[in-house]
């Protein structure tokens, strides 16, 4: 079986493109007719399908590997932990769940990819519906300790209040940038023309 397609996809690092390189292999294959099941890189096409947040063709994909693969390929139950925890918005459980998944040189840079864009996220979250949080709710959102939450937070701008321990979020000017579409200018000043005249 040649995977050659999803191993460059990896290598050039273009982790958004996976999930449908995987899938389009697997539909080709298919066609072909072609026993793949016992060398499919599940784990891989699992883990790319949640990196793109596409979580229900990763559940469709899990319901349909082979248990014998489940049961003898423990990075595939693995990756579907990190599934089920975002499926069940469990931010910390998302972490716990990368944490304590301990993957293969070849998914390793995929896993890491998903993990540091999944914290950018909370992140980002975390500056939209918040003013003011606790440390360790950070921390939680986050998946770092405390102190590594409170670093990573004040690197972006935000100050600790030492009365009440809580982190004040820096929020960040919304710039909007109006752009001149030069067809409806010349619109508007036909129109404006046409009702001084």
Same mark, same amino acid.
Not at 13 to 41: F, H, I, R, T
Not at 45 to 69: E, Q, T
């Given at each position: ?11 050039? &690092? ?7 390189? +995987?899938?389009?292999?697997?539909? !080709?294959? $298919? ?32 319901? *349909? ?31 716990? $769940?990368?944490?304590?998944? #301990? +993957? *293969?040189?070849?998914? !390793? ?21 918040? *003013?003011?949080? *606790? ?12 102190? #590594? ?28 940038? !109006?752009?001149?579409?030069?067809? &409806? ?13």
């Amino acid at each position: 079986m040649d995977f050659s397609a999803v191993t460059a996809v990896l290598a050039s &690092k273009s982790y958004d493109k996976v999930a449908d390189v +995987c899938d389009n292999l697997m539909l !080709q294959v $298919a066609a072909d007719g072609v026993a793949y099941q016992d060398e499919w890189p599940y784990a891989i096409h699992l883990l790319a399908h949640i990196y793109v947040h596409d979580i229900n063709s990763a559940r469709f994909l899990w319901k *349909s590997i082979p248990s014998s693969i489940k049961e003898t390929q423990p990075e595939v139950p693995a990756v579907w932990k990190i599934g089920q925890k975002l499926w069940l918005r469990d931010n910390a459980g998302v972490h716990q $769940a990368i944490r304590a998944f #301990d +993957c *293969s040189p070849q998914l !390793q840079p995929l896993l890491a990819a998903f993990s540091e864009l999944y914290t950018k996220e909370m992140f980002q979250l975390l500056l939209s519906a918040y *003013s003011t949080i *606790s440390i360790s709710d950070a921390a939680l959102f986050l998946g770092m300790n405390e102190d #590594d939450a409170t670093n990573y937070v004040l690197q972006q701008g935000w100050t600790v209040d030492p009365a009440s321990q809580m982190l004040i979020v820096k929020k960040q000017p919304v710039v909007t940038e !109006q752009k001149l579409d030069p067809s &409806k200018l010349q619109r508007l000043t036909e129109y404006v023309f046409h009702l001084e005249h």
